[in-house]
């Protein structure tokens, strides 16, 4: 796979992410897809830091490697919500740590754990009430799964869901008809 696989895999994954309607998006790649992975990766670089998007490694294996692509500043303002900073802390995070440290910190558990902790929606943007109903009823008994388990209000992230089906849609779509992947990435 080369340059257009790797931009339709990020639009159809984080359309959302890429025009500004969410903080961050979490995806993981087979490196072995790609030609050379790391040069391709880093050829987005200059695109990515003018549109205000950072990459972080959380994990990488001889095989995989799974990124973090996020907004900074959206996502520090997201983790700093009253609600967010209390189940961090309930996690086991310093809740008042800056954004970098919060990420190390999310990094070092994946790599011990082997697994996603529970309360890696918090770094996805997803609502804290849902990630908290998550962890306390083990990923059962929600009212809704879609792109996150809603245990909250049902209606709002229906709205949410319907939003973010329709922006990745029109982004990949505008992608497939010959768009530039770098005019369709907002700066936030």
Do not use: N
């Not at 609502?127 to 049902?154: C, M």
């Not at 709002?156 to 990435?185: N, P």
């Amino acid at each position: 796979m080369g340059k257009q696989a790797f931009e339709h895999l990020l639009g159809f994954h984080g359309a959302p992410l890429l025009v500004g309607m969410k903080p961050a998006v979490l995806l993981s790649f087979r490196k072995d897809r790609f030609e050379d992975f790391d040069a391709l990766l880093a050829s987005y670089a200059p695109c990515f830091h003018c549109k205000g998007i950072t990459v972080r490694r959380l994990a990488e294996g001889e095989v995989y490697v799974l990124l973090l692509f996020y907004r900074a500043r959206a996502l520090a303002r997201f983790l700093k919500q009253p609600q967010a900073r209390a189940l961090l802390g309930r996690c086991g995070y310093d809740g008042t740590a800056p954004l970098d440290a919060l990420l190390a910190e999310l990094a070092r558990r994946i790599e011990r754990q082997k697994t996603f902790p529970h309360e890696i929606g918090l770094f996805l943007g997803y609502p804290p009430g849902d990630v908290a109903g998550f962890i306390e009823h083990r990923g059962q008994r929600f009212a809704l799964s879609g792109y996150w388990k809603v245990y909250g209000d049902e209606a709002a992230a229906r709205a949410l869901f319907a939003r973010y089906a329709a922006c990745t849609e029109e982004f990949c779509g505008k992608l497939m008809a010959g768009q530039r992947f770098e005019d369709l990435v907002v700066a936030v």
